[in-house]
Antibody, heavy 121, light 105 residues
């Protein structure tokens, strides 16, 4: 079964750090681009970060640029999101999602169940 | 930055057709996809490249995109279609609409 499983969420104080992980099964993650997408409580979907299959290209939403770092370990079929200087507004469920970019079509066809990050004192 | 606008809510009677719109500047020049999200679950891709259905998505789901508006159409809406629907496009970054809550009354 094609699957993504996130982990690493939790409760952290403002200014703290967390490292989220996403492990793939049923397919070779290195063959795919991946996004992190978050959803604040009761809100919509918010793109956070992107990484290419090789890891050579990354991008970030302005709201997290300079604070979050995306990386991947293709040998372990996994990727990570290092989150530093966390703010209350980073509180959300964080999903990793397999991205497809085909002839100017950009979509995400496999999503994990998500991991919850709560930033609060 | 590029914005996609969706109506917050749409209501439809069972068996009727639901239209969920997504608006953006010259959106017809981009490909749009749609996700369905039920409470407590992850989003599920229900349409990509404007009008293509992933495997396993019922034929009652269809899509179109022209001008400034993309539309997800659900024909013969069922109670199981009640969910939040998000459109998404790409404009140098991945952009989501705010979401539409579909209620099947």
């Amino acid at each position: 079964e094609v699957q993504l499983v996130e982990s690493g969420g939790g409760l952290v104080q403002p200014g703290g750090s967390l490292r989220l992980s996403c492990v793939a099964s049923g397919f070779t993650l290195s063959n795919y681009e991946v996004n992190w997408v978050r959803q604040a409580p009761g809100k919509g979907l918010d793109w956070v970060s992107y990484i290419s299959g090789s890891g050579s290209t990354v991008s970030y939403a302005d709201s997290v640029k300079g604070r979050f770092t995306i990386s991947r370990d293709n040998a372990k079929n996994s990727l990570s999101l290092q989150m530093n200087t966390l703010r209350a507004e980073d509180t959300a469920i964080y999903f990793c999602a397999r991205a497809q970019t085909v002839r100017a079509s950009y979509y995400m066809d496999v999503w994990g169940k998500g991991t919850t990050v709560t930033v609060s004192s | 930055s590029y914005e996609l606008t969706q109506p917050p809510s749409v209501s439809v009677s069972p068996g009727q057709t639901a239209y969920i719109t997504c608006s953006g500047d010259n959106l017809g020049d981009k490909y749009v996809c749609w996700y369905q999200q039920k409470p407590g679950l992850s989003p599920v891709l229900v349409m990509y490249q404007d009008r293509k259905r992933p495997s396993g998505i019922p034929e009652r789901f269809s899509g179109s995109n022209s001008g400034n508006t993309a539309t997800l159409t659900i024909s013969g809406t069922q109670s199981t279609d009640e969910a939040d629907y998000f459109c998404q496009a790409w404009d140098s970054i991945w952009v989501f609409g705010g979401g539409t809550k579909l209620t099947v009354l």
